[in-house]
T-cell receptor, first 115, second 113 residues
Framework: GAVVSQHPSWVICKSGTSVKIECRSL??????MFWYRQFPKQSLMLMAT?????????EQGVEKDKFLINHASLTLSTLTVTSAHPEDSSFYIC???????????FGPGTRLTVT | DAKTTQPTSMDCAEGRAANLPCNHS???????VYWYRQIHSQGPQYIIH???NNETNEMASLIITEDRKSSTLILPHATLRDTAVYYC??????????????FGTGTRLQVTL
């Protein structure tokens, strides 16, 4: 139980284009989802927290107009990187927390490369 | 959430127990100790968590000191597949938006033959 999937697992896009990453909780309902970013040899950095049906809460220094988060259902959240640039190349990981519970479960991550 | 301190790296021989320490001297009474690990290029994997009693599951054991200021994660028989970065995280267990996992630098465990 408690499986979180991400799609795609890796993506290459050209500078200036937008890319959407999906995060799904497969066997539970996730009231809250989290998006993290991880650069090589660094730890995970929380980007934003989203509750189903509400606007996401972004961490300090994360541009909300660049990283669009939609949490439209209890099993799906999407992260759209708009006008991507090479410095946005990173490993993006989502996490979901089951309704009424405190544990967080993580997806396998999406590696984004912007050329 | 309270900050944690972990050694940067550790080595362990395969088949031996791996003991990973974590200091959390500013932990509050309602904060739990969580352990996650991240194998290269994968998402973090939950290992175990506890409040004040020692805990054991199929993956590991968690030993928390009586004053709760430190803990040790024990992998009883380490294998090469246990090579990963291990994160000790302290947080309040709640469903609120503010309760989130904040990752430090972790301990890079290298299991060798």
């Amino acid at each position: 139980g408690a499986v979180v999937s991400q799609h795609p697992s890796w993506v290459i896009c050209k500078s200036g284009t937008s890319v959407k990453i999906e995060c799904r909780s497969l066997d539970f309902q996730a009231t809250t989802m989290f998006w993290y970013r991880q650069f090589p040899k660094q730890s995970l950095m929380l980007m934003a927290t989203s509750n189903e049906g509400s606007k996401a809460t972004y961490e300090q220094g994360v541009e909300k107009d660049k990283f669009l988060i939609n949490h439209a259902s209890l099993t799906l959240s999407t992260l759209t990187v708009t006008s991507a640039h090479p410095e946005d190349s990173s490993f993006y990981i989502c996490s979901a927390r089951a309704s009424g519970r405190g544990e967080q479960y993580f997806g396998p991550g999406t590696r984004l490369t912007v050329t | 959430d309270a900050k944690t301190t972990q050694p940067t790296s550790m080595d362990c021989a395969e088949g031996r127990a791996a003991n990973l320490p974590c200091n959390h001297s500013t932990i509050s009474g309602n904060e739990y100790v969580y352990w996650y690990r991240q194998i290269h290029s994968q998402g973090p994997q939950y290992i175990i968590h506890g409040l004040k009693n020692n805990e054991t599951n199929e993956m590991a054991s968690l030993i928390i000191t009586e004053d709760r200021k430190s803990s040790t994660l024990i992998l009883p028989h380490a294998t090469l597949r246990d090579t990963a970065v291990y994160y000790c995280i302290v947080r309040v267990l709640s469903t609120g938006t503010a309760s989130k996992l904040t990752f430090g630098t972790g301990t890079r465990l290298q299991v060798t033959l």
